[in-house]
């Protein structure tokens, strides 16, 4: 009889040990995943499944290659020379460029503390309704949200940080893929919606197919992603030895985006548009799945929904502490008492719009206009930095590298063109 390890014992410590280790090499992009995947994209991708289908399909993927790519390249930047993104735009660029990242990413992230938490009460709200008569306010969740966003914060320690994201992440993993498989569509139309195609508009949708498909690739390639990828790579200590790992860790973050961004479109696309119901926002689509798929199918997509919101919140109240550790060059504790200080200022908006009962329209405009200009500036500024053979000698950009980027800084204009007409027709 094969004796069982107690717990404990040196076997149990030792695979412990390898999972946490194995575990590790992980978490940056794990990290990058939580920060990507929010309300936003769940909205984006639930919406284009619900109004076009599969038919879609093809822009996550292409978003999804863009996103890898850039991470990587930013990624060997700092392992070449040691520098975060915002050392090296104020350093061998302008200090002009760093503060505009500065401003233009804590803009945008203002807006979305505030979007994102409202967004995760009023769907916690609504679910509330089942339980409890007349439902629960609004601001009792956002405050029982922000609360456990800022105590996972106060730790202090990135890897703490990045564990704790990690168990949101896979929380938010798992309810997606239970609801991929729950409500999937036909296989044929998910195989179809691989092939690049522009699906027809609905008359009268005020939408054109070109900013359906800018508004779903600009909510994964984001400019954050990228300047904040160096700030994780640095901290984790990798060096070009590690080149390798960095890889792999991007590798497995793009991936699950695929995964998990797909599994939203299908379940959107397997129920919803299957039955020519349109969608407008995230919230919306709970009430609209139970009747169509069950109350389970429905308190999943909700589960999901709400860790998506508290994972990107997460790296979101921690942006600009550490944009302001990368310019600076000071040392990221985030024990001091000013860090502390800022993320429970802006973690305090999340409250803004259950308090006040609406959206900040102005704020939300306005990070918009500011995510729309910043990604062509953060392509043409790893172009130039890849370039310089002082900075990355034999490491310097190849001329497929070169290529890949000039067709992503066209693609970026276009999408910042789309987006400013689109922020100038709400003003």
């Avoid at 890889?247 to 129920?271: C, E, Y």
Wanted: glycine fraction near 8%; charge should be positive; charged fraction near 10%.
């Amino acid at each position: 009889m094969t004796a069982v390890p107690e717990a404990g014992s040196p076997i149990n410590d030792s695979l412990a040990r390898k999972f946490a280790k194995g575990l590790a090499l992980f978490l940056p992009g794990i990290f990058l995943l939580g920060f990507n995947i929010g309300t936003g994209s769940v909205t984006a991708m639930a919406k284009a499944g619900a109004d076009y289908g599969m038919s879609l399909l093809w822009t996550i993927v292409a978003s999804c290659l863009c996103t890898f790519f850039m991470i990587n390249l930013y990624g060997r930047f700092t392992l070449v020379t040691g520098e975060t993104a915002l050392q090296a735009f104020r350093k061998h660029i302008h200090p002009a460029v760093g503060i505009f990242f500065l401003v233009a990413l804590t803009t945008g992230v203002c807006g979305s503390v505030m979007g994102v938490m409202g967004i995760v009460a009023e769907i916690c709200y609504e679910w509330s309704k089942s339980v409890v008569s007349g439902g629960i306010a609004p601001i009792y969740f956002a405050a029982f949200f922000v609360s456990v966003v800022y105590f996972i914060f106060w730790n202090g320690k990135t890897q703490f940080f990045e564990r704790s994201l990690a168990v949101i992440v896979a929380i938010m993993s798992a309810c997606f893929l239970i609801n991929f498989f729950i409500l999937m569509p036909p296989p044929i139309d998910i195989m179809r919606g691989l092939i690049p195609g522009i699906p027809e508009v609905p008359p009268g949708s005020g939408q054109g197919p070109l900013l359906v498909i800018a508004s779903l690739i600009g909510t994964t390639v984001f400019s954050g992603l990228f300047i904040i990828r160096t700030t994780l790579v640095k901290e984790a200590g990798w060096s070009l030895a590690d080149y390798k790992t960095q890889r792999n860790d991007a590798v497995v973050s793009v991936v699950l985006m695929f995964v998990i961004s797909a599994s939203i479109m299908a379940a959107a696309a397997g129920t919803l548009h299957a039955e020519g119901v349109g969608l407008s926002k995230a919230s919306q689509m709970i009430e609209l799945l139970e009747p169509l798929a069950g109350p389970m199918a429905a308190s999943i997509f909700a589960f999901g929904l709400i860790a998506a919101g508290v994972s990107s919140q997460f790296p979101n109240v921690l942006m600009l502490p550490w944009l302001l550790c990368d310019y600076t060059g000071a040392q990221r504790d985030m024990t001091l008492t000013r860090y502390r200080v800022i993320v429970f200022l802006i973690s305090l908006l999340g409250l803004v719009v259950p308090v006040f009962e609406a959206r900040p329209v102005f704020v939300m405009i306005v990070s918009q206009a500011f995510n729309a200009v910043i990604l062509p500036v953060t392509v043409a500024c790893i172009f130039y930095l890849g370039n310089r053979k002082d900075l990355m000698g034999k490491y310097k950009n190849t001329w497929v590298a070169n290529s890949i980027l000039a067709v992503i800084l066209c693609f970026s204009i276009f999408t910042s063109v789309v987006g400013i007409r689109g922020v100038w027709q709400l003003l």
